[in-house]
């Protein structure tokens, strides 16, 4: 989806785990986590074979009239919630076509210690990101993307290039977006979509629970999914961060 072309435009990511995973253990990854489909938020017998716990869910889904109501109507009933960057890092899109980036680097970004390498690419982007005199998640904008064309930028062709189907240019208005559910380091589980105007505290959440365990995300996602009508209700997917399955 499209960001603010004065910083530059990118070829969309495909929603493909092996595309996440590998590109993400190119920045830092722990190994001992992949991306995996997600094929239910409702069957039994699909959500029993998924691999637990899940730190994160990027949702993929076609950005409908009804869609941009909402965020709109959302957008001007939040405010700046004072989100610690401590607890969770949100980035706000200013890549064209870049969501996917940033649904990835949602997830990674707000793992746990540990399960990001040490000294890595990303590991060092997360201090250097933390380390800006005053940072919050509501400022620096223009900096932070600097910070993240210099992390993915370098190796980003390698993997938007790749998928099942053929990539659009980077220029080309793309109507798919991504967004990313996970759990901050204070118990609380966000929403970080890169077009809002910060993260979204959706609930804090018990420590044994993780993503797909709480009913307010589960909502959520069914509720983006009622927006969709036609060939649109086809074009959802579901990722989700978790432990690598053998």
Not at 134 to 153: D, E, P, Q
Request: hydrophobic share 40%; aromatic share 10%.
């Amino acid at each position: 989806m499209a960001g603010n072309a004065d910083f530059g435009a990118v070829v969309p990511l495909e929603s493909d785990p092996r595309i996440f995973t590998e590109f993400s253990r190119k920045l830092g990854l722990s190994p001992l986590l992949a991306f995996c489909d997600i094929y239910s938020i409702t069957e039994p017998d699909l959500l029993a074979v998924l691999p637990r716990p899940l730190n994160a869910i990027v949702l993929l889904f076609p950005v409908t009239d009804a869609y941009e109501q909402y965020r709109e109507s959302e957008d001007k009933r939040q405010h700046a919630d004072g989100s610690d960057i401590q607890n969770v890092l949100w980035f706000k899109q200013l890549l064209k076509n870049g969501c996917g980036l940033y649904g990835l680097l949602h997830a990674v970004c707000n793992l746990p210690e540990g399960l990001i390498v040490d000294r890595s690419k990303i590991w060092n982007f997360i201090n250097d990101v933390r380390s800006l005199q005053g940072c919050t998640n509501y400022n620096n904008f223009a900096r932070k993307t600097h910070l993240i064309s210099n992390l993915f930028l370098s190796a980003y062709s390698e993997y938007s290039q790749q998928g099942q189907t053929p990539a659009p240019d980077a220029e080309e208005d793309v109507n798919l977006h991504f967004i990313c559910f996970t759990k901050g380091r204070n118990g609380h589980i966000y929403e970080l979509d890169g077009r809002r105007i910060g993260p979204v505290d959706m609930v804090r959440c018990d420590s044994n629970s993780d993503v797909l365990d709480s009913k307010e995300v589960i909502d959520k996602i069914k509720l983006y999914m009622s927006f969709a009508e036609g060939q649109d209700s086809l074009n959802f997917a579901m990722m989700g961060l978790g432990p690598e399955l053998e």
